[in-house]
C-alpha cells in the first residue's frame, strides 16, 4: 500500500458506503419480516468496505470483491431457476461497481504492474458476465411434436367459411381465429413486406382522450371489401385489394360517452336471407358504440339501414333508468344467431354499486326490434321493463366478445362480475350464481340453458375476458374457455358439463368479508397458464436496492397464494392479476391439427381497499361526482389512471386502489422478476403442453419509461390475440414491443417480425383476395399498455 490519498477512491468508497448504509438499514427490517438476511449481511460490508476506501485503504477494495464474490454465489442459489432475468438486479449493479473498484485500485498501489493487473481484472470480469448470460440466455427450452394433421379436421358449425373471407371476428362464429390459406408459410414468411397502408383518421382530439384511447379493432372481410371500425365507432370500408376507402359512416360519439378506453373491437355481418337480391341492406354491418346503441349501415353505401330501428340505429340503454355518460358502452360486436343480434355492454368498473344494469338483449338483426332482453333478477320479464320500472342495476355484465352454436341456438356469455369489483357483501344470490360465468343463453327465449362458473364471489376482477371457442372434443361438440387465471376448461356445448378435469383447491377465507369467502374454488387440471405461487424470490428491480425494496413491500402484503382477498390495513397481492392468463384477444385454435395458441399474461396486481373517508380525501370520486364538481367550479384532485387504480367504488364502505402489474413509483419498473408475457402451445387432444416461450423485447421497455432499445426476449404484457394459419404460421403483435410477429407453430420461434408505426393491440386477421393471400393489422395502440396511439390498417403479403 501507497498511503496516499486518491480522490477517485474516496468518491467510489463514499458511494459503495451510501449504498450500504441503505441496503443495511432496508435489509434489517426485510430480516425483521422474516425476509433474506443477504441484505443486511452485504449491506454492513459494502459499509466497511466504502469507509475503507473513502480513506484511501487497499484493504477496502479487497472487501469489495469479496463481496461481489460472494453475492454472485448467493444469485445463484436465491434465484433459483429463472436465471437470466432474476441475476440482472442481484449481479450486474455489484458488477459495475466491481469494475470501478478495480479502476479505482492502481490509485492505491505504486507497483508498476498494477493498470496492467487492474485492465485484466476488468477484461476478466467483462468476459465472464458475457459468457454467464449467454450460457443462460441460450439454454433451449423444450419443444414436443404437433399432433398429426387430421386431413377432416373439425366441422365448423357456424355454417359460415374462413379462407378467402374473414366474416366475423374471430374468423368464423366458432372463433377459433383460423386461416385455411396456406401461400404464406413457415418457409417463406420471411418475405412479406407491406403492400398497402390506410387510416381511420379517428385520433383522440383532447389530451385526456389521449389517455383512454385503444382501438382493439380487428375488420372482416367479406367480398372485395374490409369492413371495421375506429376507436369512436366510426365504420369503414376498404378495398380489400388496395386499403383505398370506399365509404365511410361516424355515428357522432361524444368524448364524454368513453368507459375506460375508447374502443371498437369490431363489427357483425348479417345477409337478410329474406331480402330480395341487391335491396338496400340486404347484406349489412352491425357495431356497437360507445354511447350504447346498435347501428346498421349497408355494406355497399355505408348508409344507415331505414328497417333497423329509428333511421339505422335503437338505443340499447332503454329501460335501463339513468346512465351518466360514460358508464355504459357496447365495444365489443355482437353476435348474431338465428337472425337476432345478441350484445351485452361494459358497465365502468369502479364507479358505484348501483351502476346500471348488465342486462343481456337480442335485437332483430333486420327490424332492431327487441327479441328478447334478461335480466337475471327478472327472469319473469322478456321484453322491455313494466311501465315505471328499469333493468336491475348493478347486475353482472358481459363487455366482451360472445359465440354462438346456430344449430342449437346457444349464445355463449362470457359473464363479468356484479359492480363493483372489490366489495361483495351488497351482492345478491342470484348475481353471485351468474357472475364470473360461462352462461348459455338459448335465443328462442332469452333464457339460460346452463352456466359453468369458474369463481365464486369474485373480488379479483376476475370476469371472463375471452371469447369461447367452438370446438370438437373427441367426438363431442365443445367449447374452449380460457380464463383470466390462466386456466382452461373444456366443456359440452349443449350442457355445459366439463369434459376435461376440473379439480378444487382450498383458499384463504379471510379479509375485510370473511364471511363472503368460499373456502374452495375451482381450478383446471387439464391445462393453466398459471404459474406456481410467488415467493421473496420472484421479486426484482433494476437494482439489489429496489429488489429489496420489492421483497419488504411482499413480505409487508396479505399473500396467502391464489385467491388471496383485499384487505385494508396492508396490501394483499393478486397472482395473476386481472390482465390475465388470458383476456379479451383470447386464443387461437388450428382444427386441423388439434393444437391451441394462447398469448398470456403473468403478472401480479398489488391491491388494498381504502375507507370512504381516506378516499374521499384523496378525490376519489365517481364520474358523475367529478362532473358536478366541475360544475361548480371546484378543482377535481384525482383522474383515475389503469383501471383500479383510486376507483371510488361508491354505495360501498371502500375505495380499492390496484396497482396493476405492481409497478414500482419511481423507477416503473416491475416488481415481480420477467418474464410478464409469454406465448403457449397446447396439444388440444391432452392438454399437455408443446411448446412454450417469453413473448415480447425489451426494446420499448426500460427504468423510468426510457425505451431500452435491446433487442432481448424479456416476456412483456400483451393485449390483443393470435391468428393461426394452415401454412404453419402464428400471426401476433399484442406486446407492448411494438413489433408484429411470424411465429413458427412447431417450434414457437419468430420467423419474420416488422416494427410498427403505433401500438399492436388487436387481433390480426388472414384473407384472400385476387389469388393473393393477406395479412391485416389494426395499429391503434393502447393507453393501458402505454403503447403509442394509432391510426393505421395496415396490409402484408408476399413479394
Same mark, same amino acid.
Given at each position: 500500500?501507497?498511503?496516499?490519498?486518491?480522490?477517485?477512491?474516496? *468518491?467510489?468508497?463514499?458511494?459503495?458506503?451510501?449504498?450500504?448504509?441503505?441496503?443495511?438499514?432496508?435489509?434489517?427490517?426485510?430480516?425483521?419480516?422474516?425476509?433474506?438476511?443477504?441484505?443486511?449481511?452485504?449491506?454492513?460490508?459494502?459499509?466497511?468496505?466504502?469507509?475503507?476506501?473513502?480513506?484511501?485503504?487497499?484493504?477496502?477494495?479487497?472487501?469489495?470483491?469479496?463481496?461481489? &464474490?460472494?453475492?454472485?454465489?448467493?444469485?445463484?442459489?436465491?434465484?433459483?431457476?429463472?436465471?437470466?432475468?432474476?441475476?440482472?438486479?442481484?449481479?450486474?449493479?455489484?458488477?459495475?461497481?466491481?469494475?470501478?473498484?478495480?479502476?479505482?485500485?492502481?490509485?492505491?498501489?505504486?507497483?508498476?504492474?498494477?493498470?496492467?493487473? !487492474?485492465?485484466?481484472?476488468?477484461?476478466?470480469?467483462?468476459?465472464?458476465?458475457?459468457?454467464?448470460?449467454?450460457?443462460?440466455?441460450?439454454?433451449?427450452?423444450? &419443444?414436443?411434436?404437433?399432433?398429426?394433421?387430421?386431413?377432416?379436421?373439425?366441422?365448423?358449425?357456424?355454417?359460415?367459411?374462413?379462407?378467402?373471407?374473414?366474416?366475423?371476428?374471430?374468423?368464423?362464429?366458432?372463433?377459433?381465429?383460423?386461416?385455411?390459406?396456406?401461400?404464406?408459410?413457415?418457409?417463406?414468411?420471411?418475405?412479406?413486406?407491406?403492400?398497402?397502408?390506410?387510416?381511420?383518421?379517428?385520433?383522440?382530439?383532447?389530451?385526456?382522450?389521449?389517455?383512454?384511447?385503444?382501438?382493439?379493432?380487428?375488420?372482416?372481410?367479406?367480398?372485395?371489401?374490409?369492413?371495421?371500425?375506429?376507436?369512436?365507432?366510426?365504420?369503414?370500408?376498404?378495398?380489400?385489394?388496395?386499403?383505398?376507402?370506399?365509404?365511410?359512416?361516424?355515428?357522432?360519439?361524444?368524448?364524454?360517452?368513453?368507459?375506460?378506453?375508447?374502443?371498437?373491437?369490431?363489427?357483425?355481418?348479417?345477409?337478410?336471407?329474406?331480402?330480395?337480391?341487391?335491396?338496400?341492406?340486404?347484406?349489412?354491418?352491425?357495431?356497437?358504440?360507445?354511447?350504447?346503441?346498435?347501428?346498421?349501415?349497408?355494406?355497399?353505401?355505408?348508409?344507415?339501414?331505414?328497417?333497423?330501428?329509428?333511421?339505422?340505429?335503437?338505443?340499447?340503454?332503454?329501460?335501463?333508468?339513468?346512465?351518466?355518460?360514460?358508464?355504459?358502452?357496447?365495444?365489443?360486436?355482437?353476435?348474431?344467431?338465428?337472425?337476432?343480434?345478441?350484445?351485452?355492454?361494459?358497465?365502468?368498473?369502479?364507479?358505484?354499486?348501483?351502476?346500471?344494469?348488465?342486462?343481456?338483449?337480442?335485437?332483430?338483426?333486420?327490424?332492431?326490434?327487441?327479441?328478447?332482453?334478461?335480466?337475471?333478477?327478472?327472469?319473469?320479464?322478456?321484453?322491455?321493463?313494466?311501465?315505471?320500472? =328499469?333493468?336491475?342495476?348493478?347486475?353482472?355484465?358481459?363487455?366482451?366478445?360472445?359465440?354462438?352454436?346456430?344449430?342449437?341456438?346457444?349464445?355463449?356469455?362470457?359473464?363479468?362480475?356484479?359492480?363493483?369489483?372489490?366489495?361483495?357483501?351488497?351482492?345478491?344470490?342470484?348475481?353471485?350464481?351468474?357472475?364470473?360465468?360461462?352462461?348459455?343463453?338459448? *335465443?328462442?327465449?332469452?333464457? @339460460?340453458?346452463?352456466?359453468?362458473?369458474?369463481?365464486?364471489?369474485?373480488?379479483?376482477?376476475?370476469?371472463?375476458?375471452?371469447?369461447?371457442?367452438?370446438?370438437?372434443?373427441?367426438?363431442?361438440?365443445?367449447?374452449?374457455?380460457?380464463?383470466?387465471?390462466?386456466?382452461?376448461?373444456?366443456?359440452?356445448?349443449?350442457?355445459?358439463?366439463?369434459?376435461?378435469?376440473?379439480?378444487?383447491?382450498?383458499?384463504?377465507?379471510?379479509?375485510?368479508?370473511?364471511?363472503?369467502?368460499?373456502?374452495?374454488?375451482?381450478?383446471?387440471?387439464?391445462?393453466?397458464?398459471?404459474?406456481?405461487?410467488?415467493? =421473496?424470490?420472484?421479486?426484482?428491480?433494476?437494482?439489489?436496492?429496489?429488489?429489496?425494496?420489492?421483497?419488504?413491500?411482499?413480505?409487508?402484503?396479505?399473500?396467502?397464494?391464489?385467491?388471496?382477498?383485499? =384487505?385494508?390495513?396492508?396490501?394483499?397481492?393478486?397472482?395473476?392479476?386481472?390482465?390475465?392468463?388470458?383476456?379479451?384477444?383470447?386464443?387461437?385454435?388450428?382444427?386441423?391439427?388439434?393444437?391451441?395458441?394462447?398469448?398470456?399474461?403473468?403478472?401480479?396486481?398489488?391491491?388494498?381497499?381504502?375507507?370512504?373517508?381516506? !378516499?374521499?380525501?384523496?378525490?376519489?370520486?365517481?364520474?358523475?361526482?367529478?362532473?358536478?364538481?366541475?360544475?361548480?367550479?371546484?378543482?377535481?384532485?384525482?383522474?383515475?389512471?389503469? =383501471?383500479?387504480?383510486?376507483? @371510488?367504488?361508491?354505495? /360501498?364502505?371502500?375505495?380499492?386502489?390496484?396497482?396493476?402489474?405492481?409497478?414500482?413509483?419511481?423507477?416503473?419498473?416491475?416488481?415481480?422478476?420477467?418474464?410478464?408475457?409469454?406465448?403457449?402451445?397446447?396439444?388440444?387432444?391432452?392438454?399437455?403442453?408443446?411448446?412454450?416461450? @417469453?413473448?415480447?423485447?425489451?426494446?420499448?421497455?426500460?427504468?423510468?419509461?426510457?425505451?431500452?432499445?435491446?433487442?432481448?426476449?424479456?416476456?412483456?404484457?400483451?393485449?390483443?390475440?393470435?391468428?393461426?394459419?394452415?401454412?404453419?404460421?402464428?400471426?401476433?403483435?399484442?406486446? /407492448?414491443?411494438?413489433?408484429?410477429?411470424?411465429?413458427?407453430?412447431? /417450434?414457437?420461434?419468430?420467423?419474420?417480425?416488422?416494427?410498427?408505426? !403505433?401500438?399492436?393491440?388487436?387481433?390480426?386477421?388472414?384473407?384472400?383476395?385476387?389469388?393473393?393471400?393477406?395479412?391485416?393489422?389494426?395499429?391503434?395502440?393502447?393507453?393501458?399498455?402505454?403503447?403509442?396511439?394509432?391510426?393505421?390498417?395496415?396490409?402484408?403479403?408476399?413479394?
Amino acid at each position: 500500500m501507497s498511503g496516499r490519498r486518491s480522490w477517485s477512491a474516496i *468518491v467510489l468508497g463514499l458511494i459503495i458506503a451510501a449504498i450500504g448504509l441503505v441496503l443495511a438499514i432496508g435489509g434489517a427490517w426485510l430480516a425483521v419480516l422474516g425476509g433474506s438476511v443477504y441484505y443486511l449481511v452485504a449491506g454492513v460490508a459494502m459499509l466497511v468496505a466504502g469507509v475503507q476506501l473513502a480513506r484511501s485503504r487497499m484493504i477496502g477494495a479487497y472487501i469489495y470483491i469479496g463481496i461481489v &464474490v460472494l453475492t454472485v454465489l448467493w444469485a445463484f442459489v436465491d434465484a433459483r431457476s429463472n436465471f437470466v432475468w432474476a441475476l440482472v438486479p442481484r449481479i450486474i449493479a455489484p458488477i459495475v461497481l466491481l469494475i470501478a473498484t478495480f479502476l479505482v485500485m492502481p490509485t492505491l498501489s505504486r507497483a508498476a504492474n498494477r493498470w496492467k493487473l !487492474a485492465g485484466g481484472g476488468i477484461a476478466a470480469v467483462v468476459v465472464a458476465t458475457a459468457a454467464l448470460f449467454t450460457v443462460l440466455g441460450t439454454q433451449g427450452e423444450a &419443444v414436443a411434436a404437433l399432433p398429426t394433421a387430421s386431413s377432416r379436421g373439425m366441422m365448423d358449425p357456424s355454417g359460415i367459411a374462413v379462407g378467402a373471407d374473414w366474416p366475423a371476428y374471430g374468423g368464423t362464429g366458432a372463433a377459433r381465429r383460423y386461416s385455411p390459406l396456406t401461400q404464406i408459410n413457415s418457409g417463406n414468411v420471411g418475405q412479406l413486406r407491406q403492400v398497402w397502408l390506410s387510416h381511420t383518421r379517428d385520433m383522440p382530439a383532447t389530451a385526456a382522450a389521449a389517455k383512454m384511447y385503444g382501438a382493439e379493432t380487428t375488420p372482416l372481410k367479406i367480398g372485395d371489401a374490409l369492413y371495421l371500425c375506429s376507436a369512436k365507432n366510426i365504420m369503414i370500408s376498404l378495398d380489400a385489394a388496395t386499403g383505398k376507402e370506399r365509404w365511410r359512416y361516424d355515428p357522432k360519439v361524444k368524448d364524454e360517452w368513453i368507459p375506460y378506453t375508447a374502443a371498437c373491437r369490431g363489427v357483425s355481418y348479417y345477409k337478410n336471407p329474406n331480402a330480395a337480391p341487391g335491396a338496400a341492406c340486404a347484406e349489412r354491418v352491425i357495431e356497437g358504440t360507445l354511447d350504447a346503441r346498435l347501428i346498421a349501415v349497408d355494406v355497399k353505401t355505408g348508409i344507415p339501414c331505414a328497417d333497423f330501428g329509428t333511421n339505422g340505429q335503437v338505443d340499447a340503454k332503454t329501460g335501463m333508468g339513468k346512465v351518466f355518460p360514460g358508464l355504459v358502452s357496447i365495444n365489443s360486436p355482437p353476435v348474431i344467431i338465428r337472425g337476432i343480434a345478441v350484445t351485452g355492454h361494459q358497465t365502468t368498473d369502479g364507479q358505484e354499486r348501483w351502476e346500471p344494469s348488465g342486462v343481456i338483449q337480442g335485437f332483430d338483426a333486420v327490424t332492431g326490434k327487441l327479441r328478447f332482453a334478461w335480466d337475471m333478477k327478472h327472469p319473469e320479464w322478456n321484453g322491455y321493463p313494466p311501465a315505471g320500472q =328499469e333493468w336491475s342495476r348493478g347486475t353482472p355484465n358481459m363487455w366482451t366478445i360472445a359465440s354462438g352454436d346456430e344449430r342449437l341456438g346457444l349464445v355463449y356469455l362470457p359473464m363479468g362480475n356484479s359492480t363493483v369489483d372489490y366489495w361483495s357483501s351488497m351482492r345478491s344470490p342470484v348475481e353471485n350464481a351468474y357472475a364470473t360465468s360461462i352462461v348459455a343463453l338459448d *335465443v328462442t327465449t332469452g333464457k @339460460p340453458r346452463w352456466k359453468f362458473q369458474a369463481v365464486k364471489n369474485d373480488v379479483w376482477d376476475y370476469d371472463f375476458g375471452s371469447q369461447p371457442t367452438l370446438i370438437d372434443y373427441k367426438g363431442t361438440p365443445a367449447l374452449l374457455v380460457s380464463s383470466k387465471q390462466g386456466d382452461m376448461y373444456v366443456l359440452d356445448r349443449a350442457t355445459g358439463k366439463p369434459l376435461t378435469p376440473v379439480g378444487t383447491i382450498k383458499v384463504p377465507t379471510d379479509g375485510v368479508e370473511p364471511g363472503q369467502r368460499s373456502p374452495t374454488q375451482i381450478v383446471s387440471r387439464w391445462q393453466t397458464l398459471r404459474r406456481d405461487p410467488l415467493t =421473496e424470490h420472484d421479486m426484482w428491480g433494476m437494482s439489489p436496492i429496489d429488489q429489496m425494496i420489492c421483497r419488504i413491500n411482499f413480505k409487508r402484503a396479505s399473500y396467502k397464494g391464489f385467491f388471496t382477498p383485499p =384487505e385494508v390495513d396492508r396490501h394483499s397481492i393478486e397472482y395473476p392479476g386481472y390482465n390475465g392468463g388470458t383476456d379479451w384477444g383470447s386464443v387461437a385454435v388450428d382444427p386441423a391439427r388439434g393444437v391451441i395458441v394462447a398469448n398470456y399474461n403473468d403478472m401480479p396486481n398489488y391491491v388494498r381497499l381504502v375507507p370512504r373517508a381516506a !378516499a374521499n380525501k384523496q378525490g376519489w370520486f365517481t364520474r358523475e361526482q367529478n362532473a358536478d364538481l366541475k360544475k361548480h367550479g371546484k378543482a377535481v384532485r384525482f383522474e383515475p389512471g389503469a =383501471e383500479g387504480a383510486g376507483d @371510488p367504488q361508491a354505495q /360501498t364502505p371502500y375505495a380499492v386502489d390496484v396497482n396493476a402489474g405492481w409497478v414500482m413509483p419511481f423507477t416503473g419498473m416491475l416488481c415481480k422478476q420477467p418474464p410478464y408475457g409469454g406465448i403457449r402451445a397446447i396439444n388440444l387432444a391432452t392438454g399437455k403442453t408443446l411448446w412454450d416461450h @417469453p413473448f415480447g423485447s425489451a426494446r420499448e421497455n426500460g427504468p423510468f419509461g426510457i425505451p431500452s432499445r435491446l433487442p432481448v426476449t424479456i416476456g412483456t404484457p400483451n393485449n390483443g390475440g393470435a391468428v393461426v394459419t394452415a401454412g404453419g404460421v402464428i400471426f401476433v403483435a399484442a406486446s /407492448t414491443d411494438n413489433l408484429f410477429k411470424a411465429i413458427d407453430l412447431k /417450434t414457437g420461434k419468430i420467423l419474420w417480425q416488422v416494427a410498427l408505426p !403505433a401500438g399492436g393491440q388487436a387481433t390480426p386477421m388472414v384473407y384472400e383476395q385476387g389469388g393473393r393471400e393477406y395479412v391485416v393489422l389494426v395499429t391503434g395502440g393502447h393507453h393501458f399498455m402505454k403503447t403509442p396511439i394509432g391510426d393505421q390498417v395496415i396490409a402484408w403479403a408476399l413479394t
